[in-house]
């Protein structure tokens, strides 16, 4: 038998005696309160935590970009052919000297209507590189591919030939990489550019480097 409850009409109108009575009810019914989870608030996500769970390609297309590079993806060598193409006809830089260093690339790109220099006033340099870094989305470069050659003694434009498996975490792993690579002879003329785009004022840490108009033909080879 269930036994009654009275509460007086002022009791009635407070809040309190209202939430004393439904606790009652609820003990009497055998009803139970499953307290609400309270909203955490969610933390925001750093742009930097975000870029460090890319895949290595993704990360270093993300920051080459925004650096002001051309980016062209090639699946194959015939898509390298014809983008190759396509630069020297937007430019038109046919039938003009190109700067290039590198004897097989001189002869893998034989076919094309340009004439092969080391002279600073030609149209463009085509080289290939040592790695591309991810994490600044810059282009190294070693005496390898420039020989001694300093920035402002190379044309105002490069158009670089590289794959994806040269792409690396960061500079001391392409330094590491240089490092076991060539164990004999250390090449030395090391340079890694990361300005792209040469109407964009340097900031303070580009200061005394001269930016560069590039354009990476990056063929998939992993």
């Not at 590079?69 to 699946?75: I, N, P, S």
């Not at 590198?102 to 340009?114: G, I």
């Not at 330094?175 to 340097?202: A, V």
């Amino acid at each position: 038998m269930l036994g009654k409850v009275f509460f007086t009409f002022e009791e009635l109108l407070t809040n309190q005696s209202k939430v004393h009575f439904m606790n009652i009810f609820k003990k009497i019914l055998g009803l139970t309160t499953i307290p609400e989870k309270a909203d955490v608030p969610k933390q925001p996500i750093s742009p930097y935590m975000r870029q460090s769970q890319m895949p290595l390609d993704e990360r270093f297309m993300t920051n080459f970009k925004q650096n002001g590079g051309k980016f062209l993806y090639c699946e194959n060598l015939d898509e390298v052919f014809s983008n190759f193409k396509f630069i020297i006809e937007e430019n038109s830089w046919s039938d003009t000297n190109i700067q290039c260093f590198d004897k097989q690339l001189q002869e893998k790109f034989k076919n094309f209507p340009v004439k092969y220099s080391k002279d600073k006033d030609a149209s463009f340099l085509f080289s290939a590189c040592q790695n591309l870094i991810a994490d600044d989305g810059s282009v190294m470069f070693c005496s390898n591919q420039i020989n001694e050659r300093k920035l402002n003694e190379l044309p105002e434009y490069f158009v670089i030939f590289a794959t994806t498996s040269q792409i690396v975490n960061n500079i001391g792993e392409s330094l590491r990489g240089i490092k076991m690579n060539n164990q004999r002879h250390l090449p030395t003329n090391i340079i890694s550019l990361k300005h792209f785009d040469t109407n964009q004022e340097n900031d303070f840490m580009s200061y005394g480097s001269s930016a560069k108009n590039l354009y990476l033909l990056l063929l998939e080879d992993l």
